[in-house]
């Protein structure tokens, strides 16, 4: 994946900024704020794995739950005619509206690369 990394099911985003001459990101996909750097692809590499670690950690420490990236539901933002149109078929199609937009997702994503 372009300008992401993975670990532990965690992903860490990837920049560089050419003024200081350092590679940082940010985990995704949580609310929390991890940060991380490093001077090369190696040490940014090692920098977001130990980022993820001490999140963990600190996490246990404090008696927390680690959030979780895609716990399985999203807000989203539709406008209200497609709004409209989506719970119509769907209760013309006897299903939740949950089941047309996951319906509509798997099928606009099955001709994808993402893992």
Do not use: W
């Amino acid at each position: 994946m372009k300008d992401l990394m993975t670990y532990k099911g965690y992903y860490g985003s990837v920049h560089y900024n050419d003024e200081d001459r350092v590679f940082f990101g940010k985990l995704e996909f949580i609310r929390s704020l991890v940060n991380f750097e490093g001077t090369n692809v190696e040490s940014l590499k090692n920098a977001f794995e130990e980022a993820v670690e001490d999140y963990l950690e600190l996490c246990k420490v404090e008696n927390k739950e680690p959030e979780q990236p895609f716990k399985g539901s999203f807000n989203v933002r539709t406008g209200s005619d497609l709004h409209r149109r989506a719970a119509l078929y769907a209760k013309t199609q006897g299903i939740n509206l949950n089941k047309v937009v996951t319906e509509a997702l798997e099928k606009y994503l099955s001709n994808t690369q993402f893992p």
